[in-house]
C-alpha cells in the first residue's frame, strides 16, 4: 500500500499531512495511528515511535489544522470544539478504512496519542469500537457524546459532566490512559470515568495515574505500549 501524503475525510483537518515512519504499511507487522497534542505536530509522535525501537511497526501521523484538533477544552461543550472534533474523527475513520482496504485489520491496528491527541483517540476508539490490537491514551480522557444536565463540577476543572453513549464492543481490547495526579488539562475524575465507560464495553482497561503534578509521557506508559506492541 502506498501511504498518502495527505488526510482524508472531511472538515477542516482533511488535506493535512500525513507523516510516516518504519517501514512501509504493507511490509509492517502493525500500524500505529498516531495523534498529536494542541501546538505539536506529527513528529512529536514521531520521537516515541522511535523511542519504542521497533523496526518492523509502521507509524501514520496526521496533522491537525493549525496544530489544533479542536480550539477549547476537551471538557468543553461539544459545540464549542466543532467542527474540529467531527472532522478530526473523520480523518481517524477514512485512515482506518484506507488500511482496511490494504489489509491492515483492526487487530493489527494501534490508534495512540498524546492529550489532545490522546482524547481523541479514545474518543474514536469508542465511537468506532473495533477490535483494536491496543490503544494507548497518553493524559487524555474521553470527551463524550452530549452535553449533560448540571452544574460545573470542581472536580472536571469547573465544567460541566458529558453523556457516554456509545454502541458497540470493545471485548479484549487493551487501553492504557495514563495522567499526572496533577494534570493542569487533564482531571483525574475524567480519566476514572472514562475508564469506567470503556471498561463497561468491554475493553481490558489498566489506568496509570502518575504521582504529583505534570502534563508529559512518561517511561512506564512507554513500557506499556512497547509490551503491547511486542506481545501482539
Given at each position: 500500500m502506498m501511504v498518502a501524503s495527505r488526510t482524508a475525510g472531511s472538515g477542516p483537518h482533511a488535506g493535512q499531512r500525513l507523516a510516516s515512519a518504519g517501514p512501509s504499511v504493507g511490509h509492517a507487522r502493525l500500524v500505529m495511528v498516531m495523534l498529536h497534542g494542541r501546538g505539536a505536530g506529527p513528529e512529536d509522535m514521531l520521537g516515541l515511535h522511535d523511542h519504542l525501537a521497533l523496526p518492523d511497526v509502521a507509524a501514520l501521523a496526521p496533522a491537525a489544522a493549525g496544530n489544533s484538533w479542536w480550539p477549547d477544552s476537551f471538557l468543553a461543550p461539544l459545540g464549542a470544539n466543532?467542527?474540529?472534533?467531527?472532522?478530526?474523527?473523520?480523518?481517524?475513520?477514512?485512515?482506518?478504512?484506507?488500511?482496511?482496504?490494504?489489509?491492515?485489520?483492526?487487530?493489527?491496528?494501534?490508534?495512540?496519542?498524546?492529550?489532545?491527541?490522546?482524547?481523541?483517540?479514545?474518543?474514536?476508539?469508542?465511537?468506532?469500537?473495533?477490535?483494536?490490537?491496543?490503544?494507548?491514551?497518553?493524559?487524555?480522557?474521553?470527551?463524550?457524546?452530549?452535553?449533560?444536565?448540571?452544574?460545573?463540577?470542581?472536580?472536571?476543572?469547573?465544567?460541566?459532566?458529558?453523556?457516554?453513549?456509545?454502541?458497540?464492543?470493545?471485548?479484549?481490547?487493551?487501553?492504557?490512559?495514563?495522567?499526572?495526579?496533577?494534570?493542569?488539562?487533564?482531571?483525574?475524575?475524567?480519566?476514572?470515568r472514562s475508564a469506567e465507560v470503556l471498561a463497561g464495553m468491554g475493553a481490558m482497561v489498566d489506568t496509570l495515574v502518575i504521582p504529583g503534578a505534570g502534563h508529559g509521557v512518561v517511561?512506564?506508559?512507554?513500557?506499556?505500549?512497547?509490551?503491547?506492541?511486542?506481545?501482539?
Open positions: 466543532e467542527p474540529g472534533l467531527s472532522s478530526g474523527l473523520s480523518v481517524i475513520t477514512a485512515l482506518l478504512d484506507d488500511l482496511e482496504r490494504a489489509g491492515i485489520v483492526p487487530e493489527r491496528t494501534v490508534l495512540a496519542g498524546f492529550s489532545q491527541g490522546a482524547c481523541l483517540a479514545l474518543e474514536a476508539t469508542a465511537r468506532l469500537a473495533r477490535p483494536f490490537r491496543a490503544v494507548a491514551a497518553l493524559s487524555g480522557g474521553l470527551v463524550g457524546t452530549g452535553d449533560a444536565d448540571g452544574p460545573p463540577r470542581p472536580d472536571l476543572y469547573g465544567r460541566s459532566d458529558k453523556r457516554f453513549d456509545y454502541n458497540g464492543s470493545l471485548a479484549d481490547v487493551p487501553v492504557l490512559i495514563g495522567c499526572h495526579e496533577r494534570d493542569p488539562h487533564i482531571p483525574i475524575a475524567r480519566v476514572r517511561a512506564e506508559e512507554a513500557a506499556w505500549l512497547r509490551g503491547q506492541l511486542n506481545a501482539a
